[in-house]
């Protein structure tokens, strides 16, 4: 079974758009099992329930933004090693080197292809099979 198949991806964003879109770019590299979160709060709670290997969150969403989600799993021991990676329209370094302190693995700037998705991931998992 491919290395894909096992990843458990989830998608945090507050535009169902986004999370649909996300969700489409996933799919077409073949990664299938995403759970979905609306707010950082919503996907704290499930990654608490059931932590995923892999988080793409967004930066700017109401309850908790996407540097404040991963410094809560980050402190949060069944949580802490899972890789969190950033979609944000913005690429502030400033914003990139702070998410860096709490351990942010990668980031994905929008708008981004299937590509530049499946690089994202690679980048912090290795080649995808």
Do not use: W
Not at 23 to 37: C, M, P, Y
Not at 59 to 83: D, I
Not at 112 to 120: E, M, P, S, V
């Amino acid at each position: 079974m491919p290395f894909m198949q096992h990843l458990k991806v989830m998608v945090v964003d507050d535009t169902s758009v986004s999370r649909m879109l996300l969700v489409d770019g996933l799919n077409e590299i073949g990664i299938k099992n995403t759970v979905l979160a609306a707010d950082g709060e919503q996907a704290l709670q499930l990654m608490m329930q059931g932590p995923c290997h892999i988080v793409f969150s967004d930066m700017n969403m109401p309850k908790l933004n996407g540097l404040q989600l991963l410094k809560a799993l980050r402190e949060y021991q069944p949580t802490r090693q899972c890789c969190f990676i950033l979609v944000t329209g913005k690429g502030d370094r400033a914003m990139i080197e702070e998410g860096k302190k709490y351990g942010l693995n990668n980031f994905l700037a929008k708008p981004f292809t299937t590509a530049t998705l499946k690089a994202a991931i690679e980048a912090v998992v290795g080649k995808l099979v």
